[in-house]
């Protein structure tokens, strides 16, 4: 590994491996480079290096925060293809605080339909991972979702098959309620309704 964080390219099936010496001679060529620079470009590579590393570690933990703020016990009424529905729900983190389950499940006797959403943050990417689980089966399972960090609302996609959908989870502050909008996606880019809630604590 040089300086900059690059690994030296493996030699090819038909090319002899590094020698120790190589390996030595291409990393004491990198930090040599490293060292020509003057010392105030050396600082403004460090300050915009350090720059980004805070944007991302802010971005994670304000994205983080918004979650814990679907922590607890909801109650879920709204609707899907215009038909009223209503579900109880709780938020809690999970695996080490490193995945946030929302599981959801019809109030109906029997339920006629149940849901875990899983929703991880991968630091890499600056993204959420996001997977929807229910009593429909595994099929669905196969899709990942994905969305970027945000402290203001969490959008999920999903690229189904038959047609992308999306999850907008967003927050209201001031009475600590949220609104999750599950819209498709139609031929052409347009976004048309599938499902609303509204989740007030119970």
């Known amino acids: 590994m040089n ?4 690994r030296y390219p493996k030699a090819g099936p038909c090319e002899k491996p590094y020698s120790g010496g190589r390996i ?11 060292q020509k620079l003057s010392a105030k470009s050396r600082s403004s590579m460090f300050i915009c290096v350090s720059l980004v590393i805070t944007q991302m570690s802010n971005s994670q933990i304000a994205s983080r925060e ?11 009424t ?3 293809l215009g038909k009223p529905v209503q579900y109880t729900a709780e938020g809690t983190w999970i ?10 499940k019809d109030t109906a006797t029997p339920p006629a339909y149940e849901a875990s959403l899983f929703i991880g943050l991968d630091s890499a990417k600056n993204e959420y991972v996001a997977h929807w689980l229910d009593s429909f ?3 669905g399972a196969r899709v990942v ?4 960090l945000s402290a203001e609302k969490v959008e999920i996609e999903y690229p189904y098959a038959e047609s992308k959908f999306r999850n907008i989870f967003t927050h209201d502050p001031p009475t600590d309620e949220w609104f999750l909008q599950i ?3 139609r031929t052409g880019g347009t976004w048309t309704h599938f499902a609303k809630y509204d989740l007030k604590r119970r």
């Open 66 to 76: 918004l979650l814990n703020h679907l922590q607890g016990q909801w109650v879920m």
């Open 78 to 80: 709204g609707d899907v």
């Open 137 to 139: 089966g595994g099929a």
């Open 145 to 148: 979702g994905t969305a970027p």
């Open 183 to 185: 819209e498709s996606e």
């Open 24 to 34: 030595f001679e291409m990393a004491l060529r990198d930090f040599t480079m490293f």
């Open 3 to 6: 300086p900059a964080g690059r």
């Open 95 to 104: 695996l080490g605080n490193q995945w946030f389950c929302l599981h959801m």
